[in-house]
Structure formats: structure tokens, C-alpha cells
């Protein structure tokens, strides 16, 4: 990779400093068009920087992918931050500064928003209030302390609707300070986890993924096993090697019964500050099932003392996070698996206490920097009312959302991928961020407009610049060697918050034992009186993302619901309060209500009622408005997580979900079919059933011998095969928006998922293994896999015997490939792949998209148009790169050098690719492997895509075996498996 600053040289865009213009014609030696050039940057979000590598061709970004120097990214990134790209090229987003007055909208300058801003701040502040979300930036921490010293009677405020307060004020309560929790899984061999989401909804989540990922390697020493206990089905619990369904609202009883199993059953000496706490706690009250998880779960934390770690989500009270603290210090776990570091968080008053003012005539002029309040404040707070009351509002935003339509003036804000900034990886490693593009509408950042508030009008490469300067991080290196290194690289290396040593508190601690105290005596919900848990959408997170098409039509990995927001529940559930899947309900609380259908899946708790947040814009842009209903209504300052008796009212209609389960279904036969060889599909066992008998997946292969009717090719170079590890796989669907980016897939939208018509090259199954011999209406709870599924590139390809045009053929090196300009569209390929992953394009879909809309698309891959069968190619563009580039330098290709986009950026790192004529590779290797399978491999196509299978690791002391053929499917709700 490489830093812009070298990469631009010569160029005036992106507010760099002033060089002069050198003509191309004389352009420097790295500069050859059409060859893409690779920058580091980063994107804050949920207070956490995340490192990015961002591809550009000709100044142009196109694709984003993790930064391997980053400490949380590893080189891989989310399905969400992918999108950003696309978000940039959003023509949706804000082009003009806008005033409103009397009413009307009026197109302004930021010369003009200059001119009046002075007079609305005043001589010193007074009556000025700033509020912006909760930000580790050290240059935005700089700018604040120079805006109140320059406005010393001004206030700030924070407000995000998804931060991890609750997490630091619970090690307050613990440690008198907020420190914040650094989970360390690469030796981790138990992982309890109480409601934390780890593997997708954490700062984090990329790195942990990555190290829960290394340790599930079939070794007995070194597997590790997981422990999960959450309201509601996630892809953390969906890796769990023990799962048990609680109650959002029971979860702090079932810690606490944690602890006290610790001291009583097992005499482990707990901090003398925290005995107080401990005496709050009980095993009374646990049904069986949590009975029996909680012993389970204390005998293995004893028995792996100093290598477990108990982590807590960040829907749990503080004294649930104090709590956890405790045990992991008790069991020996600090600095080991939990580390706990400073990260200096800076004093602010809360949305809370700018509602009071501005209700109190105390603010004139309240300056709002990005976030989307009026949308996403908690709904008792009234702040749009209280908003109104402001003489001035000035909001800077991506959109002209629902904030900016009520504010005096709109500001468009600089997108991530345009701006100069920094940040903090949730361990502390400082992180730069740099533009790629100049500001496509003249968008500034935050600091930026903070720099001209306090007269200095800085850009916010100035700013970042000098923050650095100040930051004494050069080392050894000159200032300047020292910001071209970070830049080059993304992050300062080595310059990590050390480890925090605090001594428990007392006094904390004892406040802690007060709230376990009402924490432990909640009921369990019932259906008369259930629990809505709100959850943090796993693509659009809290609905800033929520005009991006990309994330939009992703289908949840659960769920597989597309472009829309549900009421989850359990089968059970749904039984006992008498409701269908695709009902259409009202759920009200406080007087407050909304619409939502259900959805029914095996795993939530009993009345334990789901719904994600992020819906219901009505100002995101023609993409996300009026998609799927808004939580926020009935969310309250009380309890933001989650809501205790709410009504739920059917309204006698249904309602069609746009999810891609049912797809490819063909009838009731077929449906039977597929059941009777999900066994084959997927292969599990326990790991002590494999360690007994590592062939054991092998002999779930009952065919005859493999005959072909003709002679098979034989390959003298190259063979490229891939290797997806089921072991591995979190069903994240990173790789999934990574292919989408990386091979201009389309967005088709709501109508044509409806019409199974979506054009993802790759799709996400899961598989549900409920109890044997359980009605539709009687299932609770689950296990699961995922399986990603795209081209299996087969050898003996059906959709080649069938093709009139030859379209689709076999290349040199093996590639089932594509030749669209020969495709006359008779879909007889699709009709005749036996896995149902070809795309058909039946329209244009790509043919009204503005101007720079069409700037994202990959100039190495072909723009399909309508008439056309596309699917998987494994990257052949990457291929034939790095072939060009190996064949220049005269040279064999090495393993591994080649990477398609979905092994790219897999957090778990369970895709592998590779040569098979290569006896050395890594992807020969994994073929000779025990658990590596083909699918569908008795029809004889020979598919280059193998699987490894599942492995489980029940506890010792459990009667959870995983092993034989598996019965995933059986008897689920939905069917068997999303395709």
C-alpha cells in the first residue's frame, strides 16, 4: 500500500497542500493509468477506528478491503464498511448547503454559512451548545478543547444510539475508572459469552473473528469451546458449542449464578470487595436447561483457569459488566485472555441534559455535528419538539436527513473516504485516515467546520497534521519520515494503550451489588407479558447505512430477510401467542407503537421478541425510505435495549418479507429430495468423534465409483481450486458484498428478490439441526451452519453439456468461465446446475444509474447487461493479473499470491484458493484433509469447490454428540436450508 501523499503528488484535489501542477505527459514513475494504485485510510465507527486499504484506479476508489498493518482489521473488513465505497458515490447524498427560512429551502454557500456563523456563536459561547457523537479521534478531542477555550460558556454534548457506555461505566464501577475491555482470543480455550454478540457486533469483531477462528483447529489441546447465552439467534450463538435461550432481562441472573456456582460448588476465592456483589447473586429461579449450562459452564472456566474469558455484551447493565470483571480476575483470566486498558475518554453531558436545556430557553444556537437525533433519540426524550426551540440549528450531515429538514441549516458533510481524520483501534493503535477522491459535493468534516467556528479555517489535513505533531509519536524517524510512515502504513505501530492495573473498589462495587440486586429479581417473560429486545442491524447497523443498496439486499444470515426489518420469535412463542409467520402485528409501548411482521426461526428465548433497529427512515434517499418500521419509537431513556411488556396486536393482515429462503424451490418432491441429502451437504461431528475416527466424514460418501462417460482433460499447468472451512465460517456475509464490489453484481431491489431474481454471485445457506421427531410449532432451539455457496466451478460442468452457444466453457486452467457476449440467455445452464448459482440478468439493471453511481464500477470486470447468465469466476481478473504480472517478471506464480475477493476479505479466513497441479499448495493440502468433502459429489461434476466439515466441541461431561449424518433441517420452520 501507499500513502496519498505520494501517490498524489502534484495534484491540488483532496485539500492537500499546494504543489504545482506537473504535466502527465511527464508524470512520475508509479503513475501508469489503468493500474490500480492501493491507499491506507480508516472509518470510524461506534467510537472504534478501523483500518482500511481502499483500490483506486485513476484517482477513481472502487473497492474497499481490510489494512493488514491494523490491528482489528488484519486485512479483512465487514460487509458494511465494503460499502462505504458505494455510499460514496450515493447521489443521494447532500450537494448543497441549505438554509431554511419562513419555511422554504434556500441554496447556500459555505461563504455564506461564514458569513452568518460568528454572529450565531457569539463573543464567548454563551447559549451555544455542540452536539456530536462519542469519537476516539485525537484531532476532533484536540479541536473541542480549542472550540471551549475559544467559547469557554459553550456546552457539548454526545449522543449515539449504539456506543459501549454501558461497558465503561460498569469498570467504573469496578475500577473507579472507565476503562475499556481488550478481549485476547488467540489462546483462549473457554469463551463464555453472556449476550455478546462478538463475532459481529464488536469494535473488535474482525480481530476476535480471526482468533476464535485460529482455535477452532481440530486439536483436543487446542480447540476451544464456546459458550453462549443470548435473548435472540446470532452468528456468535450460531457458532456455540453449548447454547442456552435467555431471557435479555434474565441475563444478569445467569452470570450471577456463574459466580455463585465458582464459590460455592467450586471454593474460588473472589476479590473481598465483591463479596457484597456476590451475595446478590443465586442459582434460584433457573429452569433446567440454564441449571444444567450454568454448572457446565463453571466446571470448564475452573478447569481452564487463566485461559477462559467471560465477555459481556453491550445491552448488559454496568453491574453485569462489573461483574464479569470480578470473575475474570478470580479465575485468573486478566492480562491473558481480558486485558483492560485507559482510553482517556473525555467528559461530556449526555442527549439527556441537552433536551433539559434546550427545553429551558438555554440554548440559542445548537450546532450538530453528523449523527441523526430527531431519528434516533430516544422517543419519551421529545428532542424533536425540544429541537424547535433553538433560535439557530445547524446540522452537518451525509444527507439531508431527518435532522437536517428541521434545522436552520444543512451542511454537507465530507464522506469518510474523502476526508482527512484519525482514530483509535479499540486496543488504542493510532490510525490515520486520508482522502481518496476529492470531495465529490464539496463536503467538509466535522473538525473542519469546528476549526472555522473557532476562526482558524483549517483543512483538515492541517489539522490531522499538527495533531500528529504533537502527539510525540515520530520515535527516532524525523517528523516527516515519522507522517509519511504512518500514512504508508495506516497506523503509528507500537503505539498501543498499555495494559491498565487498577485495584477493585469498594465502593463501586457496592453500587454494583444494588443494581444486581433489581437486575437478578426480573421475571421471565410470558406470553402475556413478553420482552422486546432491540438489536443493532447486522448490515445497516443503526440505520445510518440505510441508502445503501449493497447492504439493503443482503440477505441477514439468519433470517435471510432482504430489505426490510421483522418481530423475531420462536416457534414456541409464536404458538403460544397465537401468531403466523408473516403476520402483521402492531407492538405498542408507552403509547407509542409500530407495524412489524413476524418471523419465525428456531433460537430466540421463550417471549423473547426481536426487532432490529436502523428502519423506517423517511429521510435516508429513494433507497431507504420507507423500508422496513423504526424501533427507535418505542425506545426509551430508561432502557434503551430493550422494552418489559409491551401489547402485541395482530391486525388481522400478512405481510410479504422479500427473504431468500424459498428460492429455487421447485416442488414437494424436490423439497423431500433435498432433505434426504442435506446429510451430504453438510457434514458435522463432534471433535472426539473425529479424533476417535478421522474418517468418519469419508464414510458418509455412499455412491458407486465415479465413471466418466468420456475423457476427462488433463491440466498441465495451472488448476485452480478453492477450499471453504464450514469450521470457520461465521456467516458474516463479508464475502458476499466483497464479490459485489469486486464484480459490479447489481442491486435489483425489493420486487425482484420477491420474484427470485437476485443477482449475488455468491449466497449464504444455513442449515438448522432441530430435535428429531419436534412439530413446526414445538421447536425452540437449534444449531446451525452456514455454508457459502457460489460456482463450484465443476469439472464436469452440466451447464456446459447444455449450452446451444457454448457460452459457457472450460478455460486452460481449469475455470468454468463465462463468455457473454455469446450468451443468448436460454437459461438451460440454470436449469441444469444442480446447486443454483447462476444469475440471470433480466433487465438492465444498471442502465439508469447516474453519473456517478457508475464511478464504482471495476473497470477490469465487464458491466453485464440484460440477456445475460453470469456467475462466479473466481476473480478471473485477479488471475490474469497477477499471471501478467508473474509472466513480466518471468516467474511461476507462488501460492497464495493469488486471492479472490471473498478469501480477501474473510475475517475467519475460512476461504482458501490455489493451484491443485501445485503438490506444495495450501489448497492441495487441504484436499487430502479428512474433513474436505465435495457437494454433490456422487452426481459426478467434480466440483472444484470442496468444504471442510463442521466440527463441534461439546464438554466432556455433556450428552450433546454431533456426530453421524447429520439432521440439519429436519422439521425447521422455513425449511431446510436458504438457497
Given at each position: 500500500?501507499?500513502?496519498?501523499?505520494?501517490?498524489?503528488?502534484?495534484l491540488?484535489g483532496c485539500?492537500?497542500?499546494?504543489?504545482?501542477?506537473?504535466?502527465?505527459?511527464?508524470?512520475s514513475?508509479?503513475?501508469?493509468?489503468?493500474?490500480?494504485?492501493?491507499?491506507?485510510?480508516?472509518?470510524?465507527?461506534?467510537?472504534?477506528?478501523?483500518g482500511?486499504?481502499?483500490t483506486?484506479f485513476?484517482?477513481r476508489?472502487?473497492?474497499?478491503?481490510?489494512?493488514?498493518?491494523?490491528?482489528d482489521?488484519?486485512?479483512?473488513l465487514?460487509?458494511?464498511?465494503?460499502?462505504?465505497v458505494?455510499?460514496m458515490y450515493?447521489?443521494?447524498?447532500?450537494?448543497?448547503?441549505v438554509?431554511?427560512?419562513g419555511g422554504q429551502?434556500?441554496?447556500?454557500t459555505w461563504?455564506?454559512?461564514?458569513?452568518?456563523f460568528?454572529?450565531?456563536l457569539?463573543?464567548?459561547?454563551?447559549?451555544?451548545?455542540v452536539?456530536?457523537?462519542?469519537?476516539?479521534s485525537p484531532?476532533?478531542?484536540?479541536m473541542?478543547q480549542?472550540?471551549?477555550?475559544?467559547?469557554?460558556?459553550?456546552s457539548w454534548?454526545?449522543?449515539?444510539?449504539?456506543?459501549?457506555?454501558?461497558?465503561g461505566a460498569?469498570?467504573?464501577m469496578?475500577f473507579e475508572?472507565?476503562?475499556?475491555?481488550?478481549?485476547?482470543?488467540?489462546?483462549?480455550?473457554v469463551i463464555?459469552?453472556f449476550d455478546?454478540?462478538f463475532?459481529?457486533?464488536?469494535?473488535?469483531?474482525?480481530?476476535?473473528?480471526?482468533?476464535?477462528a485460529a482455535?477452532r483447529?481440530?486439536?483436543?489441546?487446542?480447540?476451544?469451546?464456546?459458550?453462549?447465552a443470548?435473548?435472540?439467534m446470532?452468528?456468535t450463538?450460531a457458532?456455540a458449542?453449548?447454547?442456552v435461550?435467555v431471557?435479555?432481562?434474565?441475563?444478569?441472573?445467569?452470570?450471577?449464578?456463574?459466580?455463585v456456582?465458582?464459590?460455592n460448588?467450586?471454593h474460588?476465592?473472589?476479590?473481598?470487595?465483591?463479596?457484597?456483589?456476590?451475595?446478590?447473586c443465586?442459582t434460584?429461579g433457573?429452569?433446567?436447561?440454564?441449571?444444567?449450562w450454568?454448572?457446565q459452564?463453571?466446571?470448564?472456566?475452573?478447569?481452564?483457569?487463566?485461559d477462559?474469558?467471560v465477555?459481556?455484551?453491550?445491552r448488559?447493565p454496568?453491574?453485569?459488566?462489573?461483574?464479569a470483571?470480578?470473575l475474570?480476575?478470580a479465575?485468573g483470566n486478566m492480562?491473558r485472555s481480558?486485558?483492560?486498558?485507559?482510553?482517556g475518554?473525555?467528559?461530556?453531558?449526555?442527549?439527556?441534559?441537552?433536551?433539559?436545556?434546550l427545553?429551558g430557553?438555554q440554548?440559542e444556537?445548537?450546532l450538530?455535528?453528523?449523527?441523526?437525533?430527531?431519528?434516533?433519540?430516544?422517543?419519551?426524550l421529545g428532542?424533536?419538539?425540544?429541537?424547535?426551540?433553538?433560535?439557530?440549528a445547524?446540522?452537518l450531515?451525509?444527507y439531508r436527513?431527518?435532522?437536517?429538514?428541521?434545522?436552520e441549516?444543512?451542511?454537507?458533510?465530507?464522506?469518510?473516504?474523502?476526508?482527512?481524520?484519525d482514530?483509535?483501534?479499540w486496543?488504542?493503535?493510532?490510525?490515520?485516515a486520508?482522502p481518496?477522491?476529492?470531495?465529490?459535493?464539496?463536503?467538509h468534516?466535522?473538525?473542519?467546520?469546528?476549526?472555522?467556528?473557532?476562526?482558524?479555517?483549517?483543512?483538515?489535513?492541517?489539522?490531522?497534521?499538527s495533531?500528529?505533531?504533537?502527539?510525540g509519536?515520530?520515535?527516532?524517524?524525523?517528523l516527516?519520515?515519522?507522517?509519511?510512515?504512518a500514512?504508508h502504513e495506516?497506523?503509528?505501530h507500537g503505539s498501543?494503550l498499555?495494559?491498565a492495573?487498577?485495584?477493585?473498589s469498594?465502593e463501586?462495587?457496592?453500587t454494583?451489588?444494588a443494581?444486581m440486586?433489581?437486575?437478578?429479581?426480573?421475571?421471565a417473560?410470558?406470553?402475556?407479558?413478553?420482552e422486546?429486545?432491540?438489536?443493532?442491524?447486522?448490515?445497516?447497523?443503526d440505520g445510518r447505512f440505510?441508502?445503501?443498496g449493497?447492504?439493503?439486499?443482503?440477505?441477514?444470515?439468519?433470517?435471510?430477510?432482504t430489505?426490510?426489518?421483522?418481530?423475531l420469535?420462536s416457534?414456541?412463542?409464536?404458538?403460544?401467542m397465537?401468531?403466523?409467520?408473516?403476520?402483521?402485528?402492531?407492538?405498542?409501548?408507552?403509547?407509542?407503537?409500530?407495524d412489524?411482521p413476524?418471523?419465525?426461526?428456531?433460537?430466540p428465548?421463550?417471549f423473547?421478541l426481536?426487532?432490529w433497529l436502523?428502519?423506517?427512515?423517511e429521510g435516508?434517499?429513494?433507497v431507504?425510505?420507507?423500508?422496513?418500521?423504526?424501533a427507535?419509537?418505542?425506545?426509551?431513556?430508561e432502557?434503551?435495549?430493550s422494552?418489559g411488556?409491551p401489547?402485541?396486536t395482530?391486525?388481522g393482515r400478512?405481510?410479504?418479507l422479500?427473504?431468500?429462503?424459498?428460492h429455487w424451490?421447485?416442488?414437494l418432491?424436490?423439497f423431500?429430495?433435498r432433505?434426504l441429502?442435506?446429510?451430504?451437504?453438510?457434514?458435522?461431528?463432534s471433535?472426539d468423534?473425529?479424533l476417535?475416527?478421522?474418517?468418519?466424514?469419508?464414510?458418509?460418501?455412499h455412491?458407486p465409483?465415479l465413471?466418466s462417460?468420456?475423457?476427462?482433460?488433463?491440466?498441465?499447468?495451472e488448476?485452480?481450486?478453492?477450499?471453504?472451512?464450514l469450521n470457520?465460517?461465521?456467516?458474516c456475509?463479508?464475502?458476499?458484498?466483497?464479490?459485489?464490489?469486486?464484480?459490479?453484481?447489481?442491486?435489483?431491489?425489493r420486487?425482484?428478490?420477491?420474484n427470485q431474481?437476485?443477482?449475488h454471485?455468491?449466497r449464504?445457506?444455513r442449515?438448522?439441526k432441530t430435535?428429531?421427531?419436534?412439530g413446526?410449532?414445538e421447536?425452540?432451539?437449534?444449531?446451525?451452519?452456514f455454508?457459502?455457496?457460489?460456482?463450484v466451478?465443476?469439472?464436469?460442468a452440466?451447464?456446459?453439456q447444455?449450452?446451444?452457444?457454448?457460452a459457457?466453457?472450460h478455460?486452460e486452467?481449469?475455470?468454468?468461465?463465462m463468455v457473454y457476449?455469446?450468451?443468448?440467455?436460454t437459461?438451460?445452464?440454470?436449469?441444469n446446475?444442480p446447486l443454483?448459482?447462476?444469475?440471470?440478468?433480466?433487465?438492465?439493471y444498471?442502465k439508469d444509474?447516474e453519473?456517478?453511481s457508475?464511478?464504482?464500477?471495476?473497470?477490469?470486470v465487464?458491466v453485464?447487461?440484460?440477456?445475460v447468465?453470469?456467475?462466479?469466476?473466481?476473480?478471473?481478473?485477479?488471475?490474469?493479473?497477477?499471471?501478467?504480472?508473474s509472466g513480466?517478471?518471468?516467474r511461476?506464480?507462488?501460492?497464495?499470491?493469488?486471492?479472490p475477493?471473498?478469501?480477501?476479505?474473510?475475517?475467519?479466513?475460512a476461504?482458501?484458493?490455489?493451484?491443485?497441479?501445485?503438490?506444495?499448495s495450501?489448497?492441495?493440502?487441504?484436499r487430502?484433509?479428512?474433513?474436505?468433502y465435495?457437494?454433490?459429489?456422487?452426481?459426478?461434476?467434480?466440483p472444484r469447490?470442496?468444504?471442510?466439515a463442521r466440527?463441534?466441541?461439546?464438554?466432556?461431561?455433556?450428552e450433546?454428540d454431533?456426530?453421524?449424518?447429520p439432521e440439519?433441517?429436519?422439521d425447521?420452520p422455513?425449511?431446510?436450508e436458504?438457497?
Amino acid at each position: 500500500m501507499m500513502g496519498a501523499s505520494m501517490a498524489f503528488a502534484g495534484l491540488t484535489g483532496c485539500r492537500w497542500p499546494a504543489e504545482e501542477i506537473v504535466p502527465f505527459a511527464h508524470r512520475s514513475a508509479d503513475r501508469v493509468p489503468g493500474v490500480p494504485q492501493y491507499f491506507a485510510t480508516a472509518i470510524e465507527l461506534a467510537g472504534s477506528a478501523l483500518g482500511m486499504v481502499v483500490t483506486s484506479f485513476d484517482g477513481r476508489p472502487i473497492k474497499a478491503e481490510g489494512n493488514p498493518e491494523h490491528p482489528d482489521s488484519l486485512g479483512a473488513l465487514t460487509a458494511t464498511t465494503q460499502a462505504l465505497v458505494l455510499e460514496m458515490y450515493d447521489p443521494d447524498r447532500s450537494r448543497h448547503s441549505v438554509q431554511r427560512l419562513g419555511g422554504q429551502d434556500f441554496l447556500r454557500t459555505w461563504a455564506d454559512f461564514d458569513t452568518e456563523f460568528g454572529s450565531m456563536l457569539g463573543a464567548d459561547g454563551a447559549g451555544v451548545a455542540v452536539l456530536a457523537a462519542p469519537s476516539s479521534s485525537p484531532s476532533r478531542k484536540k479541536m473541542r478543547q480549542a472550540f471551549e477555550t475559544r467559547f469557554p460558556k459553550s456546552s457539548w454534548f454526545e449522543w449515539a444510539p449504539v456506543t459501549d457506555q454501558n461497558e465503561g461505566a460498569g469498570m467504573s464501577m469496578a475500577f473507579e475508572t472507565p476503562l475499556r475491555v481488550v478481549p485476547k482470543l488467540d489462546h483462549t480455550q473457554v469463551i463464555v459469552a453472556f449476550d455478546a454478540d462478538f463475532l459481529n457486533d464488536h469494535p473488535a469483531s474482525l480481530r476476535l473473528t480471526r482468533e476464535f477462528a485460529a482455535g477452532r483447529k481440530p486439536s483436543a489441546e487446542t480447540m476451544n469451546r464456546l459458550w453462549v447465552a443470548e435473548p435472540g439467534m446470532t452468528g456468535t450463538g450460531a457458532m456455540a458449542d453449548h447454547r442456552v435461550a435467555v431471557a435479555l432481562g434474565r441475563v444478569a441472573a445467569l452470570l450471577g449464578a456463574v459466580a455463585v456456582s465458582l464459590v460455592n460448588d467450586h471454593h474460588v476465592e473472589m476479590p473481598g470487595a465483591a463479596n457484597g456483589l456476590i451475595a446478590q447473586c443465586s442459582t434460584d429461579g433457573l429452569v433446567e436447561a440454564e441449571a444444567a449450562w450454568v454448572q457446565q459452564v463453571a466446571a470448564d472456566l475452573i478447569a481452564h483457569r487463566g485461559d477462559g474469558a467471560v465477555m459481556v455484551g453491550r445491552r448488559q447493565p454496568p453491574a453485569v459488566h462489573a461483574l464479569a470483571a470480578v470473575l475474570n480476575n478470580a479465575l485468573g483470566n486478566m492480562n491473558r485472555s481480558v486485558t483492560y486498558v485507559d482510553a482517556g475518554a473525555q467528559a461530556a453531558e449526555g442527549i439527556e441534559e441537552l433536551v433539559e436545556a434546550l427545553n429551558g430557553g438555554q440554548v440559542e444556537t445548537l450546532l450538530i455535528l453528523g449523527g441523526n437525533p430527531v431519528y434516533d433519540a430516544p422517543a419519551d426524550l421529545g428532542f424533536q419538539e425540544a429541537l424547535s426551540k433553538a433560535k439557530h440549528a445547524i446540522h452537518l450531515s451525509l444527507y439531508r436527513d431527518e435532522t437536517s429538514q428541521l434545522c436552520e441549516w444543512h451542511l454537507p458533510e465530507a464522506h469518510a473516504l474523502e476526508s482527512w481524520g484519525d482514530g483509535l483501534a479499540w486496543d488504542g493503535t493510532w490510525t490515520l485516515a486520508q482522502p481518496l477522491i476529492a470531495p465529490l459535493f464539496d463536503g467538509h468534516t466535522g473538525i473542519e467546520v469546528l476549526s472555522l467556528a473557532i476562526g482558524e479555517k483549517a483543512a483538515g489535513y492541517d489539522i490531522v497534521r499538527s495533531t500528529f505533531s504533537g502527539a510525540g509519536l515520530a520515535g527516532s524517524k524525523s517528523l516527516n519520515d515519522a507522517w509519511r510512515s504512518a500514512l504508508h502504513e495506516g497506523v503509528v505501530h507500537g503505539s498501543a494503550l498499555s495494559s491498565a492495573q487498577r485495584p477493585f473498589s469498594s465502593e463501586g462495587l457496592a453500587t454494583a451489588a444494588a443494581a444486581m440486586t433489581a437486575l437478578v429479581a426480573r421475571p421471565a417473560p410470558t406470553a402475556g407479558r413478553p420482552e422486546l429486545v432491540f438489536a443493532v442491524d447486522p448490515k445497516i447497523f443503526d440505520g445510518r447505512f440505510a441508502n445503501n443498496g449493497w447492504l439493503q439486499e443482503l440477505p441477514e444470515a439468519l433470517t435471510t430477510i432482504t430489505w426490510d426489518n421483522a418481530l423475531l420469535m420462536s416457534p414456541l412463542t409464536a404458538r403460544d401467542m397465537k401468531l403466523n409467520d408473516g403476520d402483521l402485528v402492531t407492538v405498542e409501548a408507552s403509547g407509542r407503537s409500530i407495524d412489524l411482521p413476524v418471523y419465525v426461526l428456531p433460537g430466540p428465548a421463550s417471549f423473547s421478541l426481536t426487532v432490529w433497529l436502523g428502519y423506517g427512515r423517511e429521510g435516508a434517499g429513494q433507497v431507504g425510505n420507507g423500508v422496513g418500521a423504526s424501533a427507535y419509537r418505542l425506545r426509551t431513556v430508561e432502557d434503551l435495549w430493550s422494552v418489559g411488556g409491551p401489547t402485541v396486536t395482530p391486525t388481522g393482515r400478512s405481510y410479504l418479507l422479500a427473504t431468500t429462503q424459498d428460492h429455487w424451490a421447485i416442488d414437494l418432491i424436490g423439497f423431500e429430495s433435498r432433505q434426504l441429502r442435506v446429510g451430504q451437504l453438510i457434514r458435522e461431528a463432534s471433535l472426539d468423534r473425529y479424533l476417535e475416527d478421522p474418517e468418519t466424514f469419508r464414510h458418509m460418501d455412499h455412491h458407486p465409483p465415479l465413471v466418466s462417460l468420456w475423457k476427462e482433460k488433463v491440466y498441465e499447468g495451472e488448476q485452480w481450486g478453492m477450499a471453504i472451512d464450514l469450521n470457520a465460517c461465521t456467516g458474516c456475509n463479508a464475502c458476499i458484498v466483497a464479490c459485489q464490489a469486486e464484480n459490479n453484481v447489481p442491486v435489483v431491489g425489493r420486487d425482484q428478490v420477491l420474484n427470485q431474481r437476485e443477482m449475488h454471485w455468491i449466497r449464504l445457506d444455513r442449515y438448522f439441526k432441530t430435535p428429531e421427531g419436534a412439530g413446526l410449532d414445538e421447536i425452540d432451539d437449534a444449531q446451525v451452519v452456514f455454508q457459502p455457496m457460489t460456482c463450484v466451478q465443476c469439472e464436469m460442468a452440466p451447464c456446459e453439456q447444455v449450452c446451444p452457444v457454448a457460452a459457457t466453457q472450460h478455460t486452460e486452467d481449469g475455470l468454468n468461465a463465462m463468455v457473454y457476449n455469446r450468451c443468448v440467455g436460454t437459461r438451460y445452464c440454470a436449469n441444469n446446475c444442480p446447486l443454483k448459482v447462476r444469475r440471470f440478468n433480466f433487465f438492465n439493471y444498471h442502465k439508469d444509474l447516474e453519473e456517478v453511481s457508475k464511478m464504482q464500477f471495476n473497470p477490469e470486470v465487464t458491466v453485464r447487461s440484460r440477456g445475460v447468465m453470469e456467475k462466479c469466476s473466481f476473480c478471473i481478473q485477479r488471475i490474469q493479473q497477477v499471471r501478467i504480472t508473474s509472466g513480466n517478471e518471468n516467474r511461476p506464480i507462488t501460492d497464495s499470491e493469488i486471492t479472490p475477493a471473498c478469501a480477501q476479505t474473510c475475517p475467519a479466513q475460512a476461504i482458501h484458493f490455489g493451484n491443485l497441479n501445485d503438490p506444495e499448495s495450501v489448497i492441495s493440502a487441504s484436499r487430502e484433509n479428512p474433513r474436505s468433502y465435495a457437494t454433490l459429489a456422487e452426481l459426478n461434476i467434480k466440483p472444484r469447490v470442496h468444504y471442510m466439515a463442521r466440527l463441534r466441541n461439546p464438554a466432556g461431561n455433556s450428552e450433546q454428540d454431533a456426530g453421524g449424518p447429520p439432521e440439519h433441517g429436519h422439521d425447521a420452520p422455513h425449511g431446510k436450508e436458504s438457497a
